[in-house]
């Protein structure tokens, strides 16, 4: 279950003090100590201040890992481009990859529903995400926190935080993640503008197009795949990534790498029932989809 917090009571998100106070930690923190999550930050500086948020996150808010995710489909984020773009270390990673895997989890309900999701305890609650959950467990998560990025009724993805034991984030820490997660949500549309002023030349090989346009994915060799499984099938293209997802699922391997084997042709998955033996477990959100 949730913990209990409503996020919005008592004007949490509209706290204008706290902001400015979270601003200034970011702007006073250097980020030479940051591992970059992406080999593109020093094309977009913006990415950079996008990593110090995880990083005073993991500082203020008293989690252990903080990752940014953002997406480009009003499906729930399963549909369209998605990109971590920062990272605080592995387990971050390992949860975002997860959740593209199964197609469920806290990140994807945060965008979807526009409210933050916090599970305080999430090995107590291992019916919730049947398949993210006992994974995002045995990979050291023991409470995750999803804040959706968003201005209005148009989200732009999540600030995701976790913890290696359970435990509810106090009104201030909460406060201090909703902070946060406004100043993501701004460096987001900076980046936004940034990217509009410049031409397919300036970006050189990094160059975008598609929504959100704005936004490389990492996990472009997905959809890459998808429309490989969708040709080979004769399917469409959710249905291809439902397909690849399964596979991911029932060999518990990262669907980016299920996704790899696929472009090389190493992999062809053009029967429904194709999961290597043809009779592995389907993706868990999905009754009797393969």
Request: one cysteine or more; hydrophobic letters at 35%.
């Amino acid at each position: 279950m949730d913990d209990g917090h409503d996020p919005f009571r008592g004007g949490l998100c509209a706290d204008e003090p706290r902001r400015r106070r979270m601003a200034a930690l970011l702007d006073r923190r250097g980020s030479a100590d940051l591992t970059p999550s992406s080999r593109r930050s020093h094309r977009l500086p913006g990415l950079h201040r996008l990593e110090r948020v995880c990083a005073v996150a993991v500082d203020v808010v008293g989690v252990d890992g903080a990752g940014i995710t953002v997406m480009g489909s009003t499906e729930d984020g399963l549909g369209g481009l998605r990109d971590q773009l920062a990272a605080t270390g592995t387990v971050s990673r390992r949860l975002e990859d997860l959740q593209l895997t199964t197609g469920e989890g806290p990140c994807l309900d945060a965008y979807r529903d526009g409210r933050p999701v916090l599970a305080a305890d999430l090995a107590g609650e291992p019916d919730r995400w049947f398949g993210f959950g006992p994974p995002a467990v045995a990979s050291g998560a023991a409470a995750v926190f999803s804040l959706p990025l968003q201005v209005g009724v148009i989200r732009l993805g999540t600030l995701d935080l976790h913890r290696r034991t359970a435990g509810r984030l106090s009104t201030e820490q909460l406060a201090d993640a909703l902070a946060l997660a406004a100043l993501a949500t701004e460096t987001l549309l900076e980046l936004a503008e940034d990217q509009g002023d410049t031409t397919p030349e300036d970006q050189g090989d990094e160059g975008r197009t598609g929504p959100p346009g704005w936004l490389s994915d990492v996990h472009a060799d997905v959809h890459i795949a998808s429309g490989m499984v969708s040709t080979q099938s004769g399917i469409d293209v959710p249905s291809a990534l439902l397909r690849i997802r399964a596979y991911a699922f029932a060999h518990e391997e990262p669907i980016q790498q299920v996704a790899r084997h696929i472009i090389d042709r190493d992999l062809v998955l053009a029967h429904p029932d194709d999961n290597g033996s043809g009779h592995g477990p389907t993706a868990p959100d999905e009754e009797g989809e393969p």
